[in-house]
Structures are given as structure tokens and as C-alpha cells.
């Protein structure tokens, strides 16, 4: 089970791969975050071609660009650099994974305000 956070090395070295990218967006002052991560990082163990990263909105708000965070957990999916998925979703962990299965399959990108190269910003922010 391995869940990433922007900049480190790990990370970096994990995005060389083009594979299944799933981003949650959460704020440490959420109980609801706080709550949802440790089932984050388990699923994680389920997906192990895939790379699971958490994101604090308030410590790396450069990885969000212009997309506004309403409400959590808000989580993206990417395959390689492509979003095909980005919203908010209930915090269930069986949602995402439901999620995550039916992303699999080949289909059109999402249009977001995410910035443009989402997965380099990934590899360098908080270093």
C-alpha cells in the first residue's frame, strides 16, 4: 500500500510510467479528510499498477490551477496526462473504487481547469 504526496522523489520516479494517476484533493482541517485517507491508502494496495496521491489544497494549491475545490474529498483520474475524471464524490471508499474500475476502460478525456501539465507539476511541487 502506497499513497504519494507532490515532490517527492518516489513520486517523481512513479510518473515516469504511463499508467492510472488517482489524485485526491483534501485540506488537513477536514475530519472528513482525515477520515477518508487511511481507506485512500488501503485501496491504493488493491490498484498496484496505479499511483494513489493525496494532496493538501492549502500546501500545493499550484496543482489545482484554476479548478475550484467545493467540497471533499474531491479526486481526479488520469491516464498518462489525459483527466478522465474530476469532481467530487461521496466519501465512501467503495465509490472510488467503483470509479477507478469503470475509468479503466479506454474513453475521452474530461475538459478541466486543472493545469495543462498536472503530472510535472506533480513530480516537482514542495521540492
Not at 40 to 52: D, H, I, K, V
Not at 72 to 86: E, K, N, Y
Amino acid at each position: 500500500m502506497t499513497t504519494y504526496f507532490p515532490g517527492s522523489s518516489e513520486l517523481s520516479e512513479r510518473l515516469k510510467q504511463n499508467h492510472t494517476t488517482v489524485l485526491c484533493f483534501c485540506a488537513a482541517w477536514c475530519d472528513t479528510c482525515t477520515q477518508y485517507q487511511t481507506k485512500f491508502e488501503t485501496l491504493s494496495a488493491q490498484y498496484p499498477s496505479a499511483s494513489f496521491i493525496w494532496i493538501d489544497i492549502e500546501e500545493h494549491p499550484e496543482l489545482l490551477g484554476d479548478e475550484d475545490v467545493e467540497n471533499f474529498p474531491t479526486v481526479a483520474i488520469l491516464h498518462g496526462s489525459d483527466v478522465r475524471f474530476m469532481g467530487t464524490i461521496l466519501p465512501h471508499i467503495e465509490h472510488l473504487d467503483r470509479l477507478i474500475q469503470a475509468m479503466e476502460s479506454p474513453g475521452k478525456a474530461q475538459d478541466t481547469d486543472l493545469p495543462e501539465d498536472l503530472v510535472a507539476l506533480l513530480k516537482t511541487s514542495g521540492t
